[in-house]
């Protein structure tokens, strides 16, 4: 497995930006896709973001589309989600996650390794 920290959560206003870290260690970071899920109060975990192992492949979810940018850094062992444009539906606990490079970019299944989580809050 792959050990996921999260950070750069915290309380942004409606249409603000914030951007969130996702600093592995463990196993060989770059045989892994990593993907960003998130959970609002009451609700299901949510598929958000995909990033390729090779980082040449990206997937979004259509809530986040064109709004979210994942992105990632093998030298640093870092993935990074761009969210810009919020809304205060976007108000949940973000999750960094890690599987191995063996599916297809939109199967959402798959990973063996989660972060602790980082709250992002929007308010209207």
């Known amino acids: 497995q792959v050990q996921l920290v999260e950070s750069g959560g915290g309380l942004v206003q409606a249409g603000g930006s914030l951007r969130l870290s996702c600093a592995a260690s463990?196993?060989?970071?770059?045989?892994?896709?990593m993907g960003w899920f998130r959970q609002a109060p009451g609700k299901e975990r949510e598929f958000v973001a995909v990033?390729?192992?090779?980082?040449?492949?990206?997937y979004y979810s259509d809530s986040v589309k064109g709004r979210f940018t994942i992105s990632g850094d093998n030298a640093k062992r870092t993935v990074y989600l761009q969210m810009n444009s919020l809304k205060p539906e976007d108000t949940a606990v973000y999750y960094c996650?890690?599987?191995?490079?063996?599916?297809?970019?939109?199967?959402?299944?798959?990973?063996?390794?989660w972060g602790q989580g980082t709250q992002v809050t929007v308010s209207s």
């Open positions: 996650a890690a599987r191995p490079y063996m599916y297809g970019l939109g199967y959402q299944g798959g990973y063996d390794s």
């Open positions: 990033i390729s192992w090779s980082g040449r492949s990206t």
């Open positions: 463990g196993r060989t970071f770059s045989n892994y896709d």
